[in-house]
C-alpha cells in the first residue's frame, strides 16, 4: 500500500551539491516519521536524517551534520534531502523510509538511489 520512491541520486564531484526526493504515496501522511538512509558496498545500513510530519523534529547523523538537510513539503507527499559539501565517504545507495508509529521503527522502504561521489 504504502509507497517510497527516491529520485536524484547521480555522479557529483566532492564538494558539490545534490538534493534527493523521496515521493510518498498509498495513505495520508499526516502522522509518523520519515528517514533517510544509506548503504555504502560492503558496509552495514546507516541512519542519515529524520522528520516527523506533523511536527518539526528532526535528527542527523553526526557525520551528515551541517552538511545534510531534511525537509518536508506536506501537499505534496515529499520528504528531500540536501546535501552539500559531498565527500567521497557519502557515496552510497540512499534509502527513504517511514515509520508510521511514534517509535523509531521504519516499516516501509523505497528502492533506493545511487549517488556517487567523485574526487
Known amino acids: 500500500q504504502v509507497q517510497l520512491v527516491e529520485s536524484g541520486g547521480r555522479l557529483v564531484q566532492a564538494g558539490g551539491s545534490l538534493r534527493l526526493s523521496c515521493a510518498a504515496s498509498?495513505?495520508?501522511?499526516?502522522?509518523?516519521?520519515m528517514g533517510w538512509f544509506r548503504q555504502a558496498p560492503g558496509k552495514e545500513r546507516e541512519f542519515v536524517a529524520s522528520i516527523r510530519w506533523s511536527v518539526d523534529i528532526i535528527y542527523y547523523a553526526d557525520s551528515v551534520k551541517g552538511r545534510f538537510t531534511i525537509s518536508r513539503d506536506n501537499a505534496k507527499n515529499t520528504v528531500y534531502l540536501q546535501m552539500n559539501s559531498l565527500t567521497v565517504e557519502d557515496t552510497a545507495v540512499y534509502y527513504c523510509?517511514?515509520?508510521?508509529?511514534?517509535?523509531?521503527?521504519?516499516?516501509?522502504w523505497g528502492q533506493g538511489t545511487q549517488v556517487t561521489v567523485s574526487s
Open positions: 498509498g495513505r495520508t501522511f499526516s502522522s509518523g516519521a
Open positions: 523510509a517511514f515509520s508510521p508509529g511514534t517509535s523509531s521503527t521504519f516499516d516501509y
